[in-house]
């Protein structure tokens, strides 16, 4: 803690409030979304028979037929023959890669995934190795190692970067070689495809791809997770995965909030439209301003770097008195050199919110 405090990334809490929102994952506004906390409060009614919070494990007090309802509409949404929902996208991808690869079998991620995705395989007994961040090529190099089952562990689109996996090129790679696709849909939901289902969906690859993580701490505004995929994964996981098995299921309240996210991501078009819009302009603005580098072109996650990474935190403290709600990403959160900016455009931001941003970090360099 001291070294850590010494280099000047000593991680603490902070809460913010009345600044504009460059920094919350809250992608179309459903955390704050009055028709959503309307909507709950209707739908509450019909389940006053079942706790309002919760009870225990699904496999002993915890589990009752909202679940299983809940389920069904996330698996028929995400074109998939099932789903199971666990507690966060964390426990999730623990949860998945903790327990599906076997030993004797091999995973091949991406080195820009999750954390929690690495600290799932850490977890497991099967021999697991990371390929260059997007790089086919050097995936296909590594999968030379490869004995038993193999996984390749992807997120669609990527939490830090804002950049998009090659989802075509990789199903392709794991049909020669007989590998299970797993794919991270977290900061993809909601934006992606014709109902906001996702990037897998969004190009057709469903059949293509073995399991999909649907995060829902993001542009559904609520919590939780699904992992969507064969009936038999989700048996497989009811029995062995140990982040499912030994948690307390969620609460009803929250189970309803999905629902109703639910109910709702069809009629969003005009808004998943409305954020990428205001993200292109933010990015061409951006890259006017001498002295940084704006990446990437088409996502509403950017990435935003100096010429020295010494001046983001001033940078981002300075944006933070103005009025902007913007962090820096520091070592050891990113690698040593790739310390940025992460900003992020909602649906709720404004065009004069951008265009004021976009002065006050060319004011201050």
Not at 77 to 91: D, I, Q, R, T, V
Not at 97 to 103: F, G, K, N, W
Not at 144 to 169: F, H, R
Not at 215 to 229: E, Q
């Amino acid at each position: 803690m001291a070294e850590r405090a010494a280099q000047g990334n000593l991680r603490a809490l902070k809460t913010t409030t009345g600044l504009a929102d460059f920094c919350s994952n809250d992608y179309l506004g459903l955390a704050r979304s009055e028709k959503l906390r309307e909507l709950i409060r209707e739908e509450e009614v019909n389940y006053k028979h079942l706790p309002l919070g919760a009870t225990g494990s699904r496999l002993l007090s915890g589990n009752h037929p909202l679940f299983e309802e809940l389920e069904t509409i996330v698996a028929a949404y995400h074109k998939g023959e099932s789903a199971l929902l666990f507690n966060s996208g964390y426990m999730a991808n623990v949860g998945l890669l903790s327990a599906l690869p076997q030993r004797g079998d091999t995973v091949f991620y991406d080195e820009a995934s999750h954390a929690s995705m690495k600290d799932g395989l850490r977890l497991s007994f099967a021999k697991s190795y990371s390929f260059r961040h997007n790089d086919v090529q050097d995936l296909r190099q590594k999968l030379k190692l490869a004995t038993g089952q193999i996984y390749v562990v992807v997120e669609s689109v990527y939490s830090m970067d804002g950049d998009k996996a090659p989802l075509q090129e990789l199903a392709i790679v794991c049909e020669e070689h007989n590998a299970a696709l797993i794919v991270d849909e977290a900061h993809a939901v909601g934006l992606y495809g014709p109902n906001g289902e996702g990037l897998t969906i969004a190009l057709g690859l469903q059949d293509k791809v073995f399991a999909q993580v649907i995060t829902y701490g993001k542009a559904m505004g609520s919590h939780g997770a699904a992992i969507v995929g064969p009936k038999v994964l989700r048996e497989f996981l009811i029995n062995y995965s140990r982040a499912f098995i030994y948690t307390t299921g969620l609460p009803t309240h929250a189970l309803l909030a999905l629902k109703c996210a639910y109910s709702l991501l069809p009629l969003l078009q005009p808004i998943r439209e409305r954020v990428k819009q205001l993200a292109a302009q933010l990015y061409e603005q951006l890259n006017t301003v001498k002295g940084i580098r704006c990446t990437p072109a088409d996502s509403v996650i950017l990435s935003v770097f100096t010429e020295d990474s010494v001046q983001l935190k001033p940078l981002a403290q300075s944006l933070q008195q103005q009025g902007f709600d913007v962090r820096p990403v520091l070592s050891p959160t990113v690698p040593k050199g790739k310390e940025r900016l992460r900003v992020i455009v909602h649906a709720y931001n404004t065009e004069e919110e951008i265009v004021g941003l976009v002065q006050a970090i060319a004011n201050h360099l």
